[in-house]
């Protein structure tokens, strides 16, 4: 059973180009989380989604920040117009029911806006 | 907004000796992860522990939970340098759904 995948693995855009990071769930898994690293930081939560549902978005910046779990395919964290202070590492997790449940990580993508 | 804390922020022991670190939190949980991260990478899934627990055990790891006092420790008995890692905690924030509330996390070096 492969774990959560997500690609790219680094990516690099210039400030005001489009950066799109998607994450495959474990096999059986249907809630997707994404979160956010800075550098020297915990991580923070962005936003919750089941297929094709955004159920929590509390943590999405309100503008140039996107994500969907369409019911075919990854999901995607979708960012418009990136700027500098979107750098940072981004992480999805999975798991298989919503509350009380041990999320599981990917890798992550490391974003760096030049 | 509700996060958790942890103490200490960084931790240096030899190899063989054990490792203690606290998380505390603010509001009602419905349990409590840890995770271990190293440099550069994603996180690994330690250990979860409910609310309705006092204590789990996990090969050389050990986790408390005291609801009343809103914290938790992981022991790590006997490190190995491979532990060297950053360890957070994350609660589940009760009734706001699946999200995890993280801490700041505390980076541990096991020297050989």
């Known amino acids: 059973n492969a774990g959560v995948m997500q690609n790219p693995r680094h990516l690099v855009r210039r400030r005001g180009q489009e950066a799109r990071l998607r994450c495959s769930p474990m096999k059986g898994h249907s809630h997707v989380y994404w979160y956010r690293q800075l550098p020297e930081e915990g991580l923070k939560f962005m936003v919750y989604l089941q297929k094709e549902n955004i159920i929590d978005e509390s943590g999405m910046p309100k503008e140039r920040f996107s994500a969907e779990f369409p019911k075919e395919g990854p999901s995607i964290l979708r960012i418009q117009q990136v700027v500098r202070g979107d750098s940072a590492a981004y992480f999805c997790a999975s798991s298989p029911v919503q509350t009380g449940d041990t999320q599981y990580f990917g890798p992550g993508t490391r974003l760096t806006v030049l | 907004s509700q996060q958790g804390e942890e103490d200490p922020q960084a931790l240096s022991i030899q190899e063989g000796e054990n490792a203690t670190m606290n998380c505390s939190y603010k509001?009602?949980?419905?349990?409590l992860q840890w995770y271990r991260q190293n440099s550069g990478r994603g996180l690994v899934h330690l250990i979860l522990i409910r609310s309705n627990e006092r204590e789990k055990h996990s090969g050389r790891l050990r986790v408390t939970l005291d609801t009343s006092k809103k914290s938790s420790s992981l022991l790590i008995t006997a490190s190995r340098a491979a532990d060297t890692a950053s360890y957070f905690c994350?609660?589940?924030?009760?009734?706001?759904?699946?999200?995890?509330?993280f801490g700041q996390g505390t980076e541990l070096s096991v020297k050989p």
């Open positions: 509001t009602s949980i419905n349990n």
């Open positions: 994350a609660t589940d924030a009760g009734n706001q759904g699946g999200k995890l509330i």
